[in-house]
């Protein structure tokens, strides 16, 4: 481990700063040292001196698996610091003879806030060609005076939980980035195999109230379609970077156990890729696994989502049937957390360092371990940005507000969805002594700051979560299901960001009133079997059909069972089946179903429509359906509607 200080100039104009390898610091003065400290033969230094380490162990273990490596790690430590009237420096790292890897600089100020730096063009083409490629320059903002406004308040909440785990002092991390041909050749097929695959692989697990933080591996992990197929399945979407055990991270134990009470265990979380993979896709692959590991189950669900989780709910209730036909899946709810319903800034090419830095800053909101957020995916990124690429993201791009899949697709569809809708959306500001000086620089209403940068849509500014502009989450957007009339709105000073909801009890308190209106409105839409037989006027025109009740059903003398479609009783008895019903009785069972869509809630069991002294329909005189073929048990129609029940 070589090690070198120097003290820093205190003269008005100061001179640059050289370390022995040749490593440059320029624009930098007061009163203070500034400690270097090189790895031997390129290891990190958190594994070379371990009591000097600086690194989280996530962040390390990642480095070491995507191949890069640490050239240097500058600190500074000052009473006084003066780095111009910009606040500034000009960082110059030593390239080695033939060495032609490119660099990146992971600069934490002294709150504990990160930023990713990109080396700017060090050479005019005007110039005249050199035998040796100039060393990258790296122009970073240092952000002094949000870090003390920060520190001022405290020690902000978590700040020892990001990619470095020293506060107190400016460090500047020089990262050599490996040059892979598989990278350069083709980007999205190593990020989705590098990266993605290995660390936010696709699977279906089960959530209890014992494992939801904690889930099983994905080649361990397992479903129970027969448990599912007992009623409606709470399925759980998460966020972009994200799993459902990183987006349920911060959620109370006694919150899940509520959900796991009221759907008697019938949840189901789908953890996927959303890098590599755009959010139609996601929706695909989650209908293609449960037609091939549950075939011709009619399940029924209500969906709880996080960010970009909510366009893949979007995708499977508004297009689920265009996507996959054959689907027998009901989508009957969904609850948005934090979804840019209407597009966000940070799915445009152009934000992608910014959305690397915030969600380096989001590492630090909650606990190491589960990761809300991948560091392995955010690592991966910087390593495309590097190589500028950033347009060959549909993950990323499919969330753009100027162009994109939400725009584009989604809000164009003139057809209302079938589920219920409800969200919940915030505004933030950060403030000192909870938030670090990269968020206060940012968004705390500075007049150069990102929020004006990037959340500006024609000239004016929009409120935001640090990623889902805030009315965009519930408000108008081109789409008849919007607006949500009953969302929860956050305001700024209640401080809940982008990640924060699951962490809220008015979050919880809502979901829950959600659920209460979803079983509401399911129970409003059930077609009515009211208690004595109706009386002549009512059943004039009708026609009785004997038939059998199925298992378990009551079977008192002169019970009768009536179609929801068709209005015409049923005897429960054995007698030798009814005609054929007429072409009017079929047709009456069709238009209902079109006026009613999607109230059928499984299909009927085989006993409904048998005979007990024959094992063939009851309809003699109709062919036996095909297997898996729904047919209503009084006019043997093909489509689907409410099954029998017994009523008197």
């Given amino acids: 481990m070589a090690e070198e200080s120097r003290q820093l100039d205190t003269a008005v104009e100061p001179a640059p700063i050289r370390f022995g390898n040749g490593t440059i610091i320029e624009g930098l003065g007061g009163n203070g040292w500034v400690h270097q400290r090189r790895p031997e033969s390129g290891a990190l230094r958190s594994a070379a001196v371990p009591a000097q380490a600086d690194s989280a162990v996530s962040f390390t273990r990642a480095l070491k698996e995507l191949g890069i490596r640490e050239q240097e790690t500058i600190s500074l430590e000052a009473s006084e610091l003066r780095a111009g009237a910009d606040d500034r420096l000009t960082l110059r790292p030593a390239i080695p003879a033939g060495d032609a890897a490119p660099r990146v600089v992971l600069y934490q100020d002294e709150s504990g806030g990160v930023s990713w730096h990109l080396a700017m063009a060090a050479e005019s083409p005007a110039r005249a060609p050199r035998r040796r490629p100039a060393p990258p320059v790296f122009v970073i903002p240092l952000r002094s005076a949000p870090a003390r406004a920060s520190l001022r308040g405290g020690l902000p909440r978590r700040s020892l939980r990001g990619p470095l785990t020293t506060v107190g002092r400016k460090i500047f991390k020089v990262l050599i980035v490996p040059a892979l041909s598989a990278l350069l050749g083709d980007p999205l097929r190593w990020f989705a195999e590098k990266v993605e695959q290995r660390h936010r692989p696709q699977f279906l697990w089960q959530p209890t109230p014992d494992n939801y933080r904690r889930p099983p591996a994905a080649n361990e992990a397992s479903v129970d379609w027969s448990r599912l197929r007992a009623g409606p399945v709470l399925l759980l979407v998460h966020g972009i970077f994200s799993s459902v055990e990183g987006m349920l991270s911060a959620l109370p134990r006694s919150a899940l156990q509520s959900w796991y009470e009221r759907y008697d265990g019938r949840l189901l979380a789908f953890n996927h890729p959303t890098v590599s993979v755009s959010p139609e896709d996601n929706a695909r692959q989650l209908l293609q696994m449960i037609a091939r590991q549950a075939p011709n189950e009619a399940l029924v669900f209500d969906i709880v989502c996080h960010s970009r989780g909510g366009i893949v709910a979007r995708t499977l209730a508004e297009r689920g049937a265009e996507l996959l036909p054959a689907s027998t899946c009901r989508w009957r709810s969904v609850y948005f957390a934090a979804t840019p319903n209407a ?306």
Wanted: charged share 20%; proline share 10%.
């Fill in 343 to 648: 597009g966000s800034p940070l799915g445009d090419a152009a934000h992608l360092r910014e959305l690397i830095d915030l969600y380096s800053n989001l590492l630090t909101a909650f606990p190491d371990e589960p990761a809300t957020y991948s560091t392995e995916v955010l690592l991966g990124l910087v390593t495309l940005a590097v190589y500028a690429i950033t347009d060959e993201l549909p993950g990323i791009a499919a969330l753009g507000m100027q162009r994109g899949y939400i725009v584009d697709t989604l809000n164009r569809n003139a057809q209302r969805s079938p589920a219920l809708y409800s969200a919940a959306a915030a505004d933030f500001a950060a403030q000192p002594g909870r938030d670090n000086g990269w968020l206060i620089d940012r968004f705390a209403g500075v007049a150069d700051a990102l929020v004006d940068r990037v959340f500006t849509v024609d000239g004016k500014a929009l409120a935001n979560d640090l990623v889902a502009p805030t009315d965009g989450v519930f408000a108008a957007n081109g789409h008849p299901s919007f607006p949500i009339a009953d969302a929860l709105r956050y305001a700024a000073a209640d401080g809940v960001w982008h990640t924060a909801f699951f962490a809220e009890p008015r979050t919880l308190a809502h979901i829950e009133a959600h659920f209460e209106r979803v079983r509401q409105a399911a129970l409003a839409r059930r077609p009515a079997f009211r208690g004595p037989p109706p009386s002549p006027r009512a059943a004039r025109g009708t026609r009785t059909i004997r038939a059998t009740l199925p298992p378990g059903a009551p079977r008192r003398a002169g019970a009768r069972i009536r179609c929801a479609a068709n209005p015409q009783s049923i005897s429960a008895s054995a007698s030798p089946p009814a005609p054929a019903p007429t072409s009017s009785s079929v047709s009456n069972c069709r238009r209902a179903a079109r006026r009613r869509p999607g109230e059928w809630r499984s299909p009927l069991p085989p006993a409904a429509t048998r005979s007990n002294s024959s094992p063939k329909s009851a309809h003699r005189d109709f062919p036996s359906p095909a297997r898996g073929t729904r047919r209503c048990a009084c006019c043997a129609s093909a489509t689907p509607h409410a099954k029998p029940r017994a009523f008197g």
